[in-house]
């Protein structure tokens, strides 16, 4: 009997869903095919956030099948509705003969395409993280949610990431029966330190070399520096509270790093580091003893960089505008939410988790362990074989 036959249709190649096409296509209980649409071009790409070219050091396309889809967009990306424009989508798509079609997003021309073409022809699921979080009353709202019920009339299987992206499906007219549990998740072993415990040796040796002491308690934040994260206020938060034991480590690039330096050019107590690529983060989470997630949006739909910490056992401290916080943070166990740009409720917070202590830290990044091990790259895949069983 043939294997059922699942067409995924997404932008470009990105570490956190490379594994979960490997995973699909080791297991052999289906066959896939991704369609990358933004072209080959997207292999190597200027990412704004990072204010850099970014090629990741881990490799994105081995282990499962795809096709790079010609993209005609004069301004190609995913910046834009009209950056992913496949002229042949559908005859590449047929070509192969799919039994069931996984659509990534749905806010570009070819996608949308894609939604409607399929519904009615072919099973169609999709797979989008968009929660309320950002949702301000007034017409914007209420257009925003018809334009979007609209969209997902063209859906038959949502699989959605957490909680609150559960809320956003059900607001735009998705059923329970159309919903399935598939968690965000990351590689969780890549980040697990293993028995010779190489990452965290490697980690206390670079402690000490940027200057901190073995008794500091280090508050970290990695990742794009972009208004959106909220450091500005986590670092002018942290500058105001007078603690020469506790040090903020902030790694990463993006087009808010100049501001940043110049806000704590004179505080000695703040430490930044360039960009680190996907082989060196296992070891980077593991400089801090708190990470730090104090997005203040619009747009940060998840927040993946916590799961990583969280695997890395690192206690966690992250906003409540943070689509991750509500299923992954549990205040007291394995960290805090704090109230999104709040400098006293951030300030209150970290000093909850400093005065806890090192030790009661550990006990936190160890529930963090715990609690991300339910959120993983297997259940994920066993999520999307799941979906299209009943078809």
Known sequence: MALKKLAILTTHPIQYYAPVFRMLSERKNIEIKVFYSWGGTSLKKYDPGFGRVIEWDIPLLDGYEYEFLENSSTDPGTHHFYGILNPRIKQQIEVWKPDTVLVIGWNYH?????????????????????????????????????????????????????????QYFVAHGLKENQLIFAPHAVENERFTDNETRRYAEHALSWRREIGFSDEDIVLLFAGKLEHKKGIDLLLETFMRMDNSKMKLLIVGSGYAESKLKATAAKDTRVHFLPFQNQTKMPVVYRLGDIFCLPSRGPGETWG????????????????????????????????????????????????????????????????????????????????????????
């Open 110 to 166: 070819s996608h949308l395409r894609a939604l409607r073409h399929f519904h009615g022809r072919l099973p169609v699921l999709f797979r989008g993280d968009s929660n309320l979080l950002d949702e301000v009353p007034g017409w914007k709202k209420i257009a925003r949610r018809l334009a979007l019920t609209w969209v997902y009339r063209y859906v038959d299987i949502a699989l959605y990431t957490g909680s609150a992206n559960k």
């Open 304 to 391: 993946l960089a916590v799961n990583e910490a969280m695997a890395c056992g690192k206690a966690v401290l992250v906003s409540d505008r943070c689509g991750c916080a509500a299923d992954l943070v549990k205040d007291g166990e394995n960290g805090y939410i704090f109230q999104s740009g709040n400098p006293d409720s951030l300030s209150d917070k970290i000093r909850l988790l400093y005065t806890s202590g090192l030790q009661n830290l550990r006990h936190f990044g160890l529930k963090s362990g715990e609690i991300i091990k339910d959120w993983s790259i297997g259940r994920l895949t066993d999520a999307i074989m799941n979906s299209i069983q009943p078809f």
